[in-house]
């Protein structure tokens, strides 16, 4: 029989003084409880309560696992209630992991989170390497790429491009390409966490799919590394959007190139270990990243 059930059967009996009393209170019969409390004393090879046929009783055996057994059940309650009120409430400690390019993006989301739930607290770690979220110990991962572990849950929080740019001054030294294989003879800064590698995609006319092979001076994970280089003239980059590229275009900085040819798309990503039971700490920062990132698509269209 299901120990944790004997074990509250027999509080219930210990403390109502008798099996009619606790078969009504645990809505079972008589027999059951009967059968509980007999499950349990052949278990412990020891005598629980004294039966007589007006009251039951409890041996000097019986009173001191009675004590251990309601207190142990107080305590497991008591676990219930903080485990429902975390589940809740926002309350706790969210550990995040962030792509480090993410971050300008992640920010307002954290101080409106800490705002919005002062019971709750964030530990966040940003970079690019591949983790291990369970082994880890982290309870959500923000990226602009998919995870690498099939078994974890993915909500696209926003859809993104890159923008294939350079500095003017690298044009006027090294002239502007023309076409999509013209790349082939260009310094091309790349960013290492690139899905496709030094292979770079885009729609071309007619929606085609189109790729080109780049080489080039630079490999970085670091996308502001990436914007200082091409800044300075030194090559041309494809760069996500959300890196500091388009306020560069719009100052000047940098100028688009090939606008015959799309970079294709990619997804913000947020990835969690399990959808079953998500912790409400975690659903929170999902929902408020995704209004965050909505928020900033809709500025971005009507600019």
Known sequence: MDRLTSLTVFVQVAESSGFSAAARRLNMSTTMVSNHIQALEDRLGARLLNRTTRRVSLTEVGQAYYERCARFLEELEEADRAAGLLQTTVRGTLRLYVGSHLTPFIAPVVVEFLRRHPEASIDINAGERIIDMVEEGFDLAIRATQPPDSSMIVRQLADWRHILCCAPAYLEKHGTPQHLEDLTRHNCLRFSLYPFGDDW???????????????????????????????????????????GAE????????????????????????????????STKVRAFLDLAAEHFARSRERAISE
């Open 247 to 278: 306020s560069d275009l719009k100052a000047g900085r940098l100028v688009p190139l090939l606008p015959d040819h799309r970079p294709i798309n990619f997804a913000i990503n947020a990835t969690y270990p399990t959808r079953h039971h998500l």
């Open 201 to 243: 995609q885009f729609v071309g006319p007619g929606n085609a799919q189109m790729s080109v092979k780049v080489s080039g001076r630079l490999v970085t994970n670091n996308a502001q590394t990436l914007r200082a280089v091409a800044l300075d003239g030194q090559g041309i980059m494809l760069v996500a959007s959300f890196a």
